[in-house]
Structure formats: C-alpha cells, structure tokens
C-alpha cells in the first residue's frame, strides 16, 4: 500500500511541526545573528559595514553551496538522517565561530558553518512532501517558514542586545546555547520516517538528472528567480538599517537599534497566513501581492521619521516571508521529478542573492546611502514580480467554482514521487 503522509489529526504530524519548527529555529538564529550585531561587529574589529556583513553572507554562500550536497547525501542515507548530522555539526560550528580569534578565522568559519546549516533548509520542505500528507504539505511548509522567522528573529534579537552590553563573543555563545537547546528538542521529537527509503543507486547522475530537468522548466527558472532576487533586497535591508538607525540620523543606541529585528514576527504572521491564502487566491496572486508588499515597505523606510521606518520594516518583512512561503511550496508542489534537487536549486538562488547582494549593497550604503540601497531593492522586486508575471502558471476554475493556480491544485494531489523523492528513477 502506498504511504500517503501523516494527516493534521495524527501524533506525529504535530510532532514534525515542532520538531521542524525547532530545526528552524536552531538554523536561522545561527545563520543570521552575527546580523543583529553587524555594528558592534564592524567596530570591534575595525572593519567596514559591507566586510562585516560579509559574516551574513559568507554563511549563506555556504548554504547556497551545500544544498546540493545535501540533496544527494540524503539520497543516500534518509532525509531526516542527514537533517540531523546537519543540526548537530552546526551546532558545534556555532561554538567555534564565537570562539574565533580574529575577523579572517571568523569569516572561514562562517563560511564552513553555513555549509553545515545547508543541511535543513535543502531538507525540511522536500522532507514534508514524503511524510505529509499532499492536501496539507502547503500548510505544513507554511509552519516551518513561520518557524524560520522565529529563529531568525530570536538570534539577531539574543545577540544584538547583548552585543551591546557584554559584546559580540558572549552574545553569539549564548545564541549557540540556545540553538543547542533547539536541536536537541528536533533530535528527540521528529518521527521515523515513513514516506522515503535511501538508497544507493543515488548517484552523482541522478542529482545531474534531476538539476537537469528542473532547469528546463521556465516556471521552476521563474521561482528560483524569485528567491535570489527577493532574499538578496529583504537581507541587504536588514544588513544596513541598523547602520542608519545607529549613525547620526537616528543615533539609536546598539541595544535600541538592534530590536529592529522583532519586525520579524510581521513574517511569522504572513508566512502562516500564505497557507489559507493560496488555495482561495491561487499561488501567483499571493507571491505577486508579497512582492508589492514588500516594495511598498521598503519605500516607507525612507521616511526620517522612526514610526514610520518601523511601520515600514514590518510591512516588507510581512510581504517577503508571504511571497518566499508562496514560492518555496510552489517549488516542491511542481517538481513530481528530482523534487530533492528542484528544492535545492531554490535553496541555492535564495542563498546565493543573500550572500551576493546582502554584501555588494554595503557599497551602496557607504556610498550613496540609505536612499540608494532602498532603490537597488526596489528594482530587484519589479524584476521578480515581471517574472512571476510572465513566466509563472496564472489561476483556473477547478471543482465546484473555486478559483486556484494549477500548482495549488497539484498541491491537494498525491504526488509521483511519494516514494522516490528527489532523486530520478
């Protein structure tokens, strides 16, 4: 009988959703708390804004240089073996990072830490369509997202606060602790898999084959499109306002200017909401209406006024988290083949325009200022929206009148590759 994935009424759907949501939570604090201290850090080792963002973007190169690794290890050894070997050795790495004794160690081991956290986001959506079952993956990727966004928020939040007060080694020990503590609750809850079997005749030519068949499809091009431009103006924001907020304009102190990042929780909302969304909308509404959003949010960081900066951080970060949930499910629901390698190339655009632009608008702010590095992101999001326009599936009436995107529908079907996850036979 084939294995049709864990409904929201069983036990241990729940427990995927929270052992997701830890992994999540244990990823992106490390991933991104060096973020919430980028001022602290920039001083303490007397380095420029764009080389101290370098310890965001080094870290997100790693992943973006990982995923496929990940895809076809866990080809081998099982999706949630590899998810856990991951979560265990970038904890350790978190450790070693807050340890390092200069800005070049720190950068290299940035670099090998995010390689380690490649590991669960090339994993937990592609994991969620072998165990879950399909009328609820939409939902249940939604719930990992919102997880992401806890996490993310949770590290800059820990560690720029503290930075301010203990400085920047304890603040990031002390992120590494409670990512420890997140991981071990990830280890412990997440179910035996059911859904997916590894095995050894993964190869290297079946990744090729399955990177081969996802770059043929113009949507999936369009989607990956999306991550890479999206991800590179929503990192850059973050990057830089703390800049601003803390120089003479505003002359926030570090304490003050790092809360910037509880806007996070705008996210945590958008990318939970995108789950009910997308079924009555359809899938290319939703994304197109986050990257307006997001526009709009990033334009009203503009203003002098810190109300209204905050009021627009919080719109861009909720039009962001909603179009990258739109864009990460949409992936997973459209590839029925090398669906493990489809999930990674999403990772390695998303991760690739973080590390690229997240660093090269550091120029822009030294440079021009903050007007110019809300105009690059602009740009970047009318560029995705003109390719979801144009090279994503529009909306069809299905079933009893209710208006959804081909791919929404696809998500409420049992997909081909229940069994054969990423890889071609």
């Not at 998810?83 to 720190?106: H, K, N, R, Y």
């Not at 939040?157 to 304890?170: C, D, M, S």
């Not at 200017?257 to 939970?272: C, H, Q």
């Not at 973080?354 to 999001?381: M, T």
Request: with cysteine.
């Amino acid at each position: 009988m084939t294995w049709a994935g864990h409904l929201p009424a069983s036990r241990e759907y729940r427990r995927i959703l929270v052992g997701l949501g830890a992994a999540g939570i244990a990823t992106f604090a490390q991933l991104y708390s060096p973020q919430g201290l980028l001022p602290t850090l920039a001083r303490g080792l007397e380095v420029s804004p764009a080389d101290a963002a370098l310890s965001v973007s080094l870290a997100t190169l790693g992943v973006a240089v990982a995923v496929l690794p990940w895809s076809w290890i866990a080809d081998r050894v099982g999706r949630l073996r590899a998810m856990q070997v991951a979560i265990v050795a970038s904890t350790v790495l978190g450790v070693a990072v807050a340890l390092a004794p200069g800005i070049e160690a720190l950068l290299a081991l940035r670099l090998v830490e995010g390689m380690a956290l490649g590991g669960l986001p090339a994993l937990a959506v592609t994991y969620l369509h072998d165990e879950v079952h399909a009328r609820h993956t939409a939902a249940a990727a939604a719930a990992y997202i919102s997880g992401t966004t806890i996490g993310g928020a949770a590290g800059r939040l820990i560690a720029g606060p503290l930075a301010g007060v203990v400085g920047w080694r304890p603040a990031l020990l002390t992120v590494a602790a409670v990512c420890a503590v997140a991981s071990v609750v990830f280890l412990r809850l997440m179910p035996r898999a059911r859904g997916y079997r590894p095995t050894t005749a993964a190869t290297a030519r079946t990744v090729v084959d399955g990177i081969r068949t996802s770059l043929r499809d113009p949507a999936l091009l369009a989607l990956y499109g999306q991550g890479a431009l999206l991800m590179g103006g929503f990192v850059a924001v973050y990057n830089y306002l703390a800049f601003r907020l803390e120089g003479p304009e505003f002359a926030l102190p570090a304490t003050v200017g790092s809360l910037i990042f509880a806007a996070y929780a705008a996210g945590t909302v958008s990318s939970r909401l995108t789950g009910r969304w997308v079924p009555r909308l359809g899938r290319r509404r939703v994304l197109a209406s986050g990257t307006v959003t997001m526009a709009v949010g990033a334009l009203l960081t503009l203003s002098g006024a810190l109300p209204v900066v905050v009021v627009g951080l919080l719109v861009l970060t909720a039009g962001f988290f909603a179009a990258h949930a739109t864009a990460s499910a949409w992936v997973g629901a459209r590839a029925t083949t090398g669906r493990a390698q489809a999930t990674a190339l999403y990772n390695v655009a998303y991760y690739s325009g973080s590390a690229l632009v997240g660093w090269l608008l550091g120029y822009a702010w030294s440079g021009p200022g903050w007007r110019a590095v809300v105009g690059a992101v602009v740009v970047l999001a009318a560029v995705a929206l003109a390719l979801a326009l144009t090279a994503l599936p529009g909306r069809d009436r299905i079933g009893t009148g209710v208006t959804v995107s081909p791919e929404a529908r696809a998500v409420h079907a049992v997909p081909h590759e229940r069994r054969s996850g990423g890889g071609t036979a």
